[in-house]
């Protein structure tokens, strides 16, 4: 007897918000992780709302973002899905608040430490690789400094910027359109650590709790996945020498 | 033949050559290819830094930005150059390695290295 093809609503359709919070609640490990990803557009969204409105500056943008999501975790502890108010109704005057308390915060630094600089951890991440060589300890250095600093900026650039004529197509950096391509083939816990921490401007300590391992290891998966980028760059540009 | 318009065969034999002359014509695989690309890339490096000591602040200071220029050219691509992000990126990885100490450290190293190897070879 053949069997009733599933019907449009039964395919490749993602689970619903709603379903991602209850299996949440009832246990499943890697649902925060999940809840993250799917609001980290909405929360740049509200980031970029507040920066526009303040006319920040591009240099503090990082600031903005990792705010935002700092918001965002502590909404996400508080919200009960049962009561039937979606997240983003929910969580958008904590996110624009934690934005708006960060910019109070960051109006009193001192030039010098605001702006775009890559994190202590994300450094050392780096350096602690395992060549003897100098000179390839200081490629894969400069590489891996490279790749952050192009994947925060790219960001950056695309989160506040937007297109409107031919021009600005014309300027959009290759670069980044290559580190975007391979960031999105990376597997999805590299993919996760990198996003959230040069994107989303989240601490290691923060991608440890919200994707429930040590800071350590977000360490250690941060260093592979700049590796991992790193001979795919290199291997595309061997590719389009040929 | 024109001497103005070559054939397409004679095309082809100076692309070939051209390719050959600059050492990209590639008959290997990736991992052949990328020791060979590393080993160019040392080359270059040390052509570079050639003359410069590593005590002299002021060339030490002049060698950075093409010693970066040069590793990540040659790793991402030279057709770079003119891209608004890889500048960005150029400038703020040498910015990193001018205000951090433990980096600062790494990229004297690997000159001191440079220059050794260089002055040693036969």
Redesign the interface.
Known sequence: MATAAPSISEVDLPETAAAVWRRCREGWEQGRAELARRYAPWVRSVARSVFLRVRGRSDDWPDYVQNAMLGMLEAMNSFDVERGVPFEAYARPRVRGAVFNGLRALRTLPPELSG???SEES?ASL?DDEHD???????A???G??LG??LS??GD?AAMVEPTGPYDAA?R????E?LSKHLKRLGERERLVLEWHYLQHLSFTHVADTLGISRGRVSQLHRQALLRL?ER???D??Q??? | MDPIRPDASQVLIETLASLRAEG?G?KHG?KV??RR??AM??RQ?QAIVAGVSPADEKAMASVRLPV?RC??GE???G??GT????A???A??DR?IRE?P??DA??R??I???VTRRSSAP
């Open positions: 775009a600089r890559l450094v350096l060589d100098p000179v390839e300890r200081l490629i250095m400069v590489s400094l490279a600093h192009g900026l790219h650039m300027v950096s290759q670069l980044g290559r790193r760059m290199i291997h540009q061997w389009q020498s040929l | 990209r590639r990736p290819e990328a690309e590393s890339l040392r490096l970066l590793i990540l790793q991402y691509g057709d770079l891209d608004p992000l890889f960005e990126v150029l703020s990885v990193d951090r433990e980096l790494v990229f190293q690997a001191a290295s440079l």
